[in-house]
């Protein structure tokens, strides 16, 4: 059994474009979350996708957008991308909602 | 609303003695409570979890965690630090909202282990 992969594992942007981060599921998992991580922070919740459709949101501007697939990969789509952007991007995903998450190792952002 | 305090942004404990790392939570619902671990450079890795069934929670690697609704806490304890054990705890609660399902994380506990 696979767990969870998300690529790329390191990107370099400048402000205002766009990127689109990935996010692999774990076999059997039809949840996936996904987080930001400053540096020196906790994780915060930007959204969750549940079998295809939006489950839940923080509080995040629009231009952080999401998709899952009916594999249930997902992907994390951000545009007008600002300096503040920096950042660690998690994904997790789980067995059902509301069920125990598990981590990819992230995907880390820096927006110059 | 739903909120996660830790209450210690760093705990330093000599190896071989007792670790205790605090979480408090506020919630208008019975939440879900995760302790998470996190060494520097790799992604979070779960410890233990309580969804209301026993309070007493074991977890991996020696870690436990209560759960006290009456003090709405959920502190994350180990008899005997190890060097291994430092890194970043992440206390995590997951409630319903009108949004759909949220997950709320603490702002972490940097563990230190003197040899």
């Known amino acids: 059994e696979t767990g969870v992969t998300q690529s790329p594992t390191h990107l370099i942007k400048t402000r205002g474009q766009q990127v689109t981060l990935r996010c692999s599921s774990q076999s059997g998992h039809n949840t996936v979350s996904w987080y930001q991580q400053a540096l020196g922070q906790g994780p915060q919740f930007i959204f969750q996708?549940?079998?295809?459709?939006?489950?839940g949101r923080g509080n995040f501007p629009p231009r952080f957008s999401g998709l899952q697939f009916p594999n249930y990969s997902s992907e994390l789509n951000v545009n007008a991308l600002e300096l503040d952007d920096s950042a660690l991007y998690l994904c997790a995903s789980s067995r059902d909602l509301r069920e125990t998450q598990y981590f990819g190792p992230g995907t880390r952002l820096l927006v110059l | 609303a739903q909120s996660v305090t830790q209450l210690d942004s760093h705990v330093s404990v000599s190896e071989g003695t007792p670790v205790l790392l605090r979480c408090n939570y506020s919630s208008s619902y019975s939440p879900s409570l995760f302790w998470y671990v996190q060494h520097p450079n790799k992604g979070l890795q779960l410890l233990l979890k309580?969804?209301?069934?026993?309070?007493l929670v074991k977890g991996i690697n020696g870690f436990e965690a209560e759960f006290k609704k009456s003090e709405t806490s959920f502190h994350l304890t180990k008899p005997s630090a190890h060097m291994s054990d430092a890194a970043e705890y992440f206390c995590?609660?997951?409630?319903?909202?009108?949004?759909?399902?949220?997950?709320?994380f603490g702002t972490g506990t940097s563990l230190t282990v003197i040899p």
């Open positions: 309580y969804t209301s069934a026993a309070t």
């Open positions: 995590v609660a997951s409630a319903p909202s009108n949004t759909g399902n949220q997950f709320y």
């Open positions: 996708y549940y079998r295809e459709e939006e489950n």
